[in-house]
């Protein structure tokens, strides 16, 4: 798995930012299956989506939700590394 520093770079973020639990949960598991559903679109499109929910929260001021999805990225992006490329460093 990608460490959170690695994950934090990644999308823009100081890894202070976000109050994170130390382990992705079943939870965020179960967060993870639910975008999974749409990888017929592609795994940069998956990204993309689980990107656009965490800026989302960012913006509405939802630490919480930002961090769950912060963990569902981690996860994501261990599972599928090639998707680090593109269509997610387009949304910094």
Same mark, same amino acid.
């Given at each position: 798995?990608?460490?959170?520093?690695?994950?934090?770079?990644?999308?823009?973020?100081?890894?202070?930012?976000?109050?994170?639990?130390?382990?992705?949960? &079943?939870?965020?598991?179960?967060? /993870?299956?639910?975008? !999974?559903?749409?990888?017929? *679109?592609?795994?940069? #499109?998956? +990204?993309?989506?689980?990107?656009?929910?965490?800026?989302?929260?960012?913006?509405?001021?939802?630490?919480?939700?930002? &961090?769950?999805?912060?963990?569902? /990225?981690?996860?994501? !992006?261990?599972?599928?590394? *090639?998707?680090?490329? #593109?269509? +997610?460093?387009?949304?910094?």
């Amino acid at each position: 798995m990608i460490s959170m520093m690695q994950c934090a770079d990644f999308i823009g973020i100081a890894p202070d930012e976000l109050l994170l639990c130390a382990i992705p949960s &079943a939870r965020h598991k179960s967060m /993870l299956t639910s975008y !999974l559903f749409n990888i017929k *679109r592609g795994e940069k #499109a998956v +990204c993309g989506m689980i990107l656009g929910d965490f800026w989302g929260f960012m913006e509405l001021g939802a630490q919480e939700r930002a &961090a769950d999805l912060f963990h569902v /990225l981690r996860l994501f !992006l261990s599972a599928h590394p *090639r998707s680090i490329c #593109a269509a +997610c460093t387009v949304m910094k």
